[in-house]
Structures are given as C-alpha cells and as structure tokens.
C-alpha cells in the first residue's frame, strides 16, 4: 500500500468500531471481517450494476457479488420491479403462493434431475435438509464429504479429514461433538480411489456422498476428467445417494447448473444464492422417491416459517427469467478475457488463474502475498474477496469499462505485492 493509493475509510472505521460493540468479530458473516487480509473492512451504503459504494464514498468495480447471487448485477432493474410488486401485496404469508410454484418450474424446467424440490431459507438449511432425507431414504447414519468442500455451518458438515488421507472426519468448530463428526467421512477432492475405499470399507453405512461439482470454497478447482461421473458410477453401486451442493454452480456455470455442463445426473440437488436473487434462500430437489419421505408425505420432518418467502421468490423468477443464452455467453467471455488479462498484468510474475465460466480465483503462494495485492486492488477501486480461498464472481453487468479499470489496477497490485514478497522473503514473487 503507498501513500498514493490510500482511500479514505473514516466512515467505514466508525461504523465497524459501533458493530464490535454488537456483532462477535463486528460482522454478521467471518470472512467480511477481513482478518486474512487485514486493515479495514469497507462498509457498504449502496449497489449498482458491477459497482459498489462505501459510506466513505469510494467506489468499486465489485468481484464479490455477494459470494455470488449477483449474476445479473446489483440492483437490476427487473428485479428490483418484481422485489417492489411482491412487497405491496405482503412480505410473508405462511401460505402456499403462486410465486413459488412458478420459480419451482422454473428450476425443474432447468434441471431435470430434480422432480420435486423444498424450498427454504438458506444454503446451510438446503444441504442439512438434503443429508437427512437421504439418511431416511437409505436407513444409513454416514455421509461422505470432500476435503475443502463447504456446504454451510451443520454440525455434520463442519468437519476435517482425521489423520489418514481419508477417513472419518474431526470437528473443526468448537460446539461440534466428535459424535456428530465422527458419522461425516472425508476423503480429498478428485481422488477416486479414496472414495472407492471409504465405501468399501463403510458400504452398508454411507447413506449419501455430498460434492461441489466445482469446488469454489478452497479456491475454483474444477473436477477432475471423470471424476463426477467417476462418483456417480461408486455410489449407485454401494445404494449410496450422490447430492451435488449447486449451491454456488446452479444457475451460475451453465444454466442446468454443472450437472448440465459436465453432464452428470445426482440422486438430490442443493440450490441457494442466484435461485433467490440476492435475498435469503435455498433450496433442495430430486428424485421423486426420495422427495417423497418429507413430511407432510412422509417421515422425514422439515419446516420453515419463511421457506418460499413470496419477495425471495419473486426475486429469483426475475434473475432466472433474465438469465437468456446471450448472458451466459457475455458471462463466458468476460472471464475468459478477465482471467487472460490478469495473467498478462502480472508481466514477470508467474500466475495462475484458475476459472469455470464466470468463477475464478488468482491463487497466490502465500496469504501475505495475497494481501498484498487484495490492497492494492481495493485501493485502487476493484473489491475482491477478502480471503484467496474464495471465488471472484462476474456478472452480467461487468463490461469493457470494468475489465479497463480492472487490469490498471492489478499491473500496479501485483507490483507491490511483488514487493511486499521480497522484502519479506528476500525472494522473487511467485504465484504457483
């Protein structure tokens, strides 16, 4: 950071010094605290198309698209329109409403794995909801997950692989007893022959195998070749459920979500972000066989008061209805051109920019390093996520204008992380 590139954040540091007298970390959510890159979260006042705007005034092409709703851009004028119309006639029911039976068919039209789905009212709820009907259909009490893969805070879910490569998993929250880890089994991401031995060696436990089929949470990390079909063939054999957690790739890398782009069908589909156009939801759906042990047709329990919640709803059909091939192929070329620029703005320094579609993620040597260069870019007005193991998202409303301003200001980012590097390696800077 120089003295040239500061931006003003007096406002921002008064209104994080009022939340930490409210909000554990003064956040609502860690990773908006910044403690992986440091210095001061920016507080945000207002949104639109690719750019934000902090109570200080600062302006920022944003890459952060609220962890990925945003794919139309923020504030989209036929969104907004249908958020307004759904609030005038009542923001939450308790009801069955049309509006949600539209944005079912909507998502079932898109996908065709899913028969029947529930909505509710976050990704977390959507995946936790997921496991038990799955653990109910098959009469199994584990679930396989993979290393990195984040599929919201359930106790089940929050886990670690123990110390072999793959075995049974270890808390990784306090709060999380190691009777609940201990039914989640971990095994590392695109490594079949883990997951072939963890099924051998539990085939009459695991009720259910749960994957990104496009890892986003430890950086973008596609699947390997043959790796989701690779699962999907290991799990049908041993009675075991395949649960794709779509819950960043729905709607986002193709429009049937990567089921459709990789052309693997699972048993049960985790939905959230973009099918709520930026406000809380999540959603999960499959097969109608294993739907239909949820109460009130059977006897897996699940409920929520605000699940279809008509304003969520109406958002979401407003997103997915815009969502025509043209701005799936924008979305193609704006990161294809994103990830080309960013790896020629760095010139000397070697960088490696991993994407799927509009998902990408720079991966850097080092969190100092990373730092470095998430500063100089914030400085200079492009918002990136605070922490190199999360994604960048594109949306819709990015253009030439951002990919311009964008590429000025990772040339000199990258040249103070360069810097920054040396000084405290006494080394070349070196992305791997």
């Not at 504030?75 to 009801?95: C, E, W």
């Not at 038990?132 to 584990?142: E, H, L, N, Q």
């Not at 794709?244 to 709607?251: H, L, S, Y």
Request: hydrophobic share 45%; charged share 20%.
């Amino acid at each position: 950071m120089t003295e040239s590139t500061e931006v003003a954040t007096t406002r921002s540091a008064e209104w994080m010094t009022r939340a930490a007298r409210l909000f554990p970390g003064g956040v609502n959510s860690p990773v908006r605290a910044f403690h992986a890159v440091g210095g001061t979260p920016r507080v945000i006042e207002r949104a639109a198309g690719s750019r934000l705007w902090d109570v200080d005034g600062n302006e920022y092409v944003d890459y952060v698209g609220s962890w990925g709703p945003m794919i139309l851009g923020h504030a989209h004028p036929d969104v907004v329109a249908a958020v307004q119309a759904a609030a005038a006639r009542g923001t939450s029911y308790g009801a069955p409403s049309p509006l949600e039976v539209e944005l079912a068919e909507e998502i079932t039209d898109a996908m065709p794995s899913i028969e029947r789905l529930r909505f509710v009212s976050s990704g977390t709820e959507a995946a936790m909801s997921a496991l038990r009907v799955a653990r109910g259909f098959t009469g199994r009490p584990k679930v396989i997950k993979l290393a990195g893969g984040y599929h919201g805070h359930a106790d089940a879910l929050l886990v670690r692989a123990g110390s072999g490569a793959a075995g049974i998993g270890q808390p990784t929250s306090a709060g999380v007893t190691a009777a609940t880890a201990a039914d989640t089994l971990v095994a590392p991401y695109n490594d079949l022959l883990a997951v072939e031995r963890l099924l051998s060696e539990h085939r009459a436990e695991v009720a259910a195998l749960i994957v990104e089929p496009v890892a986003a949470n430890m950086g973008v990390v596609p699947p390997a070749d043959g790796y989701l079909e690779g699962l999907r063939r290991l799990t049908a054999d041993a009675g075991a459920l395949l649960v794709f957690d779509e819950v960043i790739t729905g709607f986002r890398v193709h429009r049937g979500g990567a089921q459709a782009l990789y052309g693997v069908q699972p048993d049960l589909t985790v939905l959230g972000k973009i099918i709520g156009g930026g406000l809380p939801v999540g959603a999960y759906g499959g097969r109608v066989d294993v739907m239909a042990l949820i109460a009130p047709d059977g006897p897996v329990y699940q409920a929520g008061t605000l699940s279809g919640n008509p304003v969520a709803m109406a958002a979401g059909l407003a997103t997915l209805r815009a969502l025509t091939d043209d701005v799936y192929d924008r979305l193609e070329a704006y990161g294809a051109e994103l990830q080309r620029g960013l790896v020629e703005s760095a010139e000397v320094v070697n960088v490696r920019v991993a994407r799927v579609g509009s998902l990408l993620t720079a991966f850097f040597s080092t969190d100092a390093t990373f730092g470095a260069f998430f500063h100089g870019m914030l400085n200079r007005g492009v918002m990136l996520p605070p922490s190199q193991q999360e994604a960048w998202f594109v949306s819709a409303a990015h253009g030439e204008l951002e990919l311009t301003q964008t590429f000025a200001a990772a040339r000199e980012a990258f040249a103070e992380a360069r810097m920054a590097d040396m000084r405290e390696h006494g080394e070349a800077f070196v992305v791997d």
